[in-house]
């Protein structure tokens, strides 16, 4: 399918998830065909005493960007395997980054890192060793938006969607132009019609309009998560939402695996799914959760007190105190997420089409 001068890429699926294993396996004929060359699963060790490949030792700059994360969520209190001091952390680091690796030169030829994150210690592990291989590396996602005709994934360069760095982010406001405001509509009539939603194995459709009419609803998140990792939401944002949250009276919607905050504020049940909330409510308050895109398809009001890849502030979101903002880059925004960044899962033009070219 795809060639680099006669040259056949590798692609590795550096994995931990037992999911993504299963979706490899079923898909792993049609990246190898994107490529040219050959697909392989590379198993991410996540367990402390599992035995590993020696190699390289990263620098301690490395080090630390590897386990950032890690030392975040202890720093937080927030609990998660495997269990291990700050400086088991970082021996870990330093034992994965050997390992991966050696895995990868191992392989002969030209390779492709796929990572399905970008922020754990093992996955930030295998992305430094590709990198200082030069080794191009790319993320792959579960998708925002779900296809009528199509499954889908997001395939980002560098970083997770969550993680988009600044640059990253330039190019996306540059690039969401490009969407198609008329198809974008199309989208979001069957999307309100289908009640199709990012967790909605999770939820059920209740209707909530005589809670939620006439307020803002504050949707939450799950803590330790990385979506909600210092970077994209500091503890300005934290307060800034609680306080409006409490000023506004509005009413708390935690999330699907997320906890009940004891604020004192009205919350409903944490398995209503939005479709029963966004066409009642009078806005949106989040910190950096999907819903505030979401909420874009019911034309609602979005304030949005972090900073993930979506936030722009009268475009796509709101300033604080405001209700503007562009219908029609709402609309070109939704079909470049759904029809541009995200891939189908089984089109391998597509997917070489990504994977060999630049984020432009």
Known sequence: MRERGSVGVNVWLVSCDKRWDTWWQKHQSTWAEASGGTAHTVQAVEEPEAALLPGPQPTEDQVEWIVEFQLWRIAIRTRFQPTLSPSEWRDFARTRYAHYRSTFERFAGPGVAVFTG?????????????????????????????????TSLLLTPETASYEVTPLGRRVLEEQWGRGDAQRGKTY????????????????TYLDAREIVSGRLVWFGQVEGDAAMWKPFVNRQARKAIVREALRHDAIHKP????????LGMRCLPREVSIHGI????????????????????YDQPVWCFGQPF??????????????????????????????????????PARIAERIGAEWD
């Open 310 to 347: 979506y936030r722009s502030d009268g475009v796509l979101t709101c300033h604080t105190g405001d209700t503007s903002f562009a219908h029609e880059e709402r609309l070109r925004f939704v079909d470049w997420v759904v029809h541009v960044w995200q891939v189908p899962t089984g089109d």
């Open 188 to 203: 979001r009539s069957w999307w309100v019609r289908e009640r199709r939603t990012k967790h909605e194995d999770r939820v």
């Open 118 to 150: 970008s922020v754990r210690a093992h996955q930030r592990a295998g992305i430094a060793a590709a990198r200082d291989l030069g080794l191009p590396v790319w993320v792959v996602e579960k998708p925002i938006f779900p296809r009528p005709d199509c």
């Open 278 to 297: 966004l066409p009642y409510c009078d806005g949106v308050l989040c910190l950096s959760s999907a819903v505030g895109m979401e909420a874009f398809l």
């Open 255 to 262: 999330h699907p695996f997320g906890p009940v905050l004891p």
